[in-house]
C-alpha cells in the first residue's frame, strides 16, 4: 500500500471525531423534527445503538481504514440490501471492494478493534474491466430494468464505455453526516493516488475515470414547500431529501438522472410524507472537484 494513502487516512479521521462529538453535544439541547431513525426501512440500517427508536444521544467516534478481510461479513450485511431484496451476487463485490483495498475505505467505531463491523463504505468498481463480473452484470441489468424509456439509450451507452465507475456508496442510515466529507474526499484523492502508484499499467489506466455512476438513496417529501409556504404540487417537480449529504451535490452536477420508488416503500409507515426512492446519475469527472468542495463547505 502507498505510504502516503496510511498518512491521509490518519489525518482525515482525527477532524472527522471532532466534527461528530461535537454534533452529537448540539444534539442534546435541540429535538429534530424528522429524526434520521424514523426514516430507516430495511433491517441492515439500524440505529447504531440498537434502539428501535428512542432517542438517546451516544458520543461515538470513528476511523477511516481500507477494507480487509475481518470485514466480509459486515460488507455483506450493509450491501444485502443494495438492489432492494433482490438476490445478486453480494459475496463476490464483497470480495472486490476488499482485494482492491488501495482505493475504498470502511468507516468503523473508533475503539471497537479490527473485529467490529464497517458501519459505511465508499469504493468504485471500474463498469469496463469488470464487465463480467457477476455482481457488476446483476447491478447493471437492475439499473437498465428501472431506467424510464427516454434515458435508456443514455444508460446503456454509459454502462457499456471506457472510463465509467460505479461509486459504492452505502452506510447505516444514522452516521452522522459530518463523516461524508472525510469518505469523498478519501475516495477521490485515492483514486488520483491509484492513476500513478498501482504497480501495472493496466491498473492504472482502470482508475482513470471519465464519468462516475452514483446509485443512491433518497427520500421523496410529499410535503415539501416553496419558498413562499406553499406544496409543491406542480407537474414533474419533486422534492428529494439526501440522508447522505453527498449525493444532493453529485445530483446537482449530473449530467442525467432517474428516480424511483423503492421496493421497500410499501412497508415505509414511520414517516408517512416520506416516500424510499433509488437514485441513479450520471456524474462527469470534471464535476468532481465542484462537488467535494461543497461537501467540505458543509462541514468546515
Not at 156 to 170: P, W
Request: with cysteine.
Amino acid at each position: 500500500m502507498p505510504p502516503k494513502k496510511k498518512q491521509a487516512k490518519k489525518q482525515k479521521a482525527a477532524p472527522a471525531k471532532k466534527k461528530v462529538e461535537a454534533k452529537a453535544e448540539e444534539s442534546e439541547e435541540s429535538e429534530s423534527d424528522d429524526s434520521d431513525a424514523g426514516w430507516s426501512d430495511e433491517e441492515d440500517e439500524e440505529d447504531l445503538d440498537g434502539s428501535d427508536g428512542d432517542e438517546e444521544e451516544i458520543m461515538v467516534d470513528f476511523e477511516f481504514q481500507d477494507p480487509k478481510e475481518s470485514d466480509f461479513l459486515g460488507l455483506k450485511a450493509l450491501l444485502g440490501n443494495y438492489l432492494d431484496g433482490e438476490l445478486f451476487s453480494s459475496s463476490e463485490l464483497c470480495d472486490a471492494i476488499i482485494k482492491q483495498s488501495t482505493v475504498g475505505t470502511c468507516l468503523k467505531t473508533q475503539g471497537a478493534g479490527d473485529e467490529s463491523d464497517p458501519v459505511a463504505v465508499m469504493s468504485v468498481m471500474n463498469l469496463q474491466t469488470r464487465k463480467d463480473a457477476a455482481p457488476i452484470k446483476e447491478i447493471c441489468a437492475h439499473l437498465k430494468n428501472k431506467c424510464p424509456k427516454d434515458l435508456q439509450d443514455k444508460l446503456a451507452s454509459a454502462l457499456s464505455e471506457n472510463g465509467v465507475g460505479l461509486i459504492i456508496n452505502e452506510r447505516v442510515i444514522n452516521v452522522p453526516q459530518e463523516t461524508a466529507s472525510p469518505l469523498v474526499e478519501g475516495l477521490f484523492d485515492e483514486i488520483e493516488w491509484a492513476q500513478e502508484d498501482e504497480p501495472t499499467e493496466e491498473l492504472r489506466a482502470s482508475f482513470k475515470f471519465k464519468k462516475y455512476i452514483v446509485f443512491s438513496r433518497v427520500y421523496m417529501d410529499d410535503e415539501a414547500e416553496d419558498e413562499g409556504g406553499k406544496k409543491r404540487k406542480r407537474a414533474g417537480e419533486v422534492a428529494l431529501v439526501y440522508p447522505r449529504p453527498e449525493d444532493e451535490f453529485f445530483h446537482a452536477e449530473s449530467e442525467w438522472s432517474f428516480q424511483w420508488k423503492s421496493r421497500t416503500a410499501e412497508d415505509q409507515d414511520a414517516v408517512d410524507y416520506l416516500t424510499p426512492m433509488r437514485l441513479c446519475m450520471l456524474v462527469d469527472a470534471g464535476s468532481v472537484k465542484k462537488v467535494r468542495t461543497a461537501v467540505k463547505a458543509l462541514f468546515p
